[in-house]
């Protein structure tokens, strides 16, 4: 079974400190999205690429949040710097073309900014 | 923002039961999509229905669709414990790419 494969599963970091967490879309996937799920907020979307370009970045605080893809196999996510309201799990997922087709979603990466 | 809510926000019920989940939403959507959430673990898609579909089956999951009262069920039927999960419908509004996710119903089956 293909699957998206997000790493680390867990960063514990203090705060002012760099974080990067790194997503490994489906192979032939051409959408890759970012979430932010918190038991205050939910399941947030922060962006969106589609065959590698950034298509929508509104949900992401600009000045500390960047999101790239620098190929077909990698999407990354980094706060720099981090801050404690940035403790959250935070989800990449995958899907073909259109949102008329299924997300699958990566297990996550929780992260603690102490 | 979400735009899905679900109702209940908890349901405990025993194995071998019927679990009905509630969605409404707010605007006018191109389709609608449950997920589950197991703990720990990502969203897995459980099913989607088209904004012109009434109802829709899947195994042990069955939903339904109203787009006049802008709500949406899911009815699994004959729950296991291995059923236990977080349930969320997403909507795709109409000429939106983004899916918008409810608030979660979250699913106890007791053995």
Known sequence: DARVTQTPRHKVTEMGQEV????????????????RQTMMQGLEL????????????????????????????LATLKIQPSEPRDSAVYFCASGLTRGHQPQHFGDGTRLSIL | SQQGEEDPQALSIQEGENA???????TSIN??????????????????????EREKHSGRLRVTLDTSKKSSSLLITASR?????????????????????????????IP
Not at chain 2, 20 to 26: D, G, H, I, P, R
Request: aromatic share 12%; charged share 20%; proline share 4%.
């Open chain 2, 81 to 109: 414990a291995a059923d236990t999960a977080s349930y969320f419908c997403a909507t795709l509004g109409i000429g939106n790419e983004k899916l918008t996710f409810g608030t979660g119903t979250r699913l106890t089956i």
């Open chain 1, 20 to 35: 990067t967490m790194r997503c490994q879309p489906i192979l032939g996937h051409n959408t890759v999205f970012w979430y």
């Open chain 2, 31 to 52: 389709n609608l999509q449950w997920y589950r959430q197991n703990s720990g673990r990502g969203l897995v898609h459980l099913i989607l229905i088209r904004s012109n």
């Open chain 1, 46 to 73: 922060l962006a969106y690429f589609r065959n590698r370009a950034p298509l929508d970045d509104s949900g992401m605080p600009k000045d500390r949040f960047s999101a790239e893809m620098p190929d077909a196999t």
């Open chain 2, 20 to 26: 009905t989940m509630n969605c409404s939403y707010k």
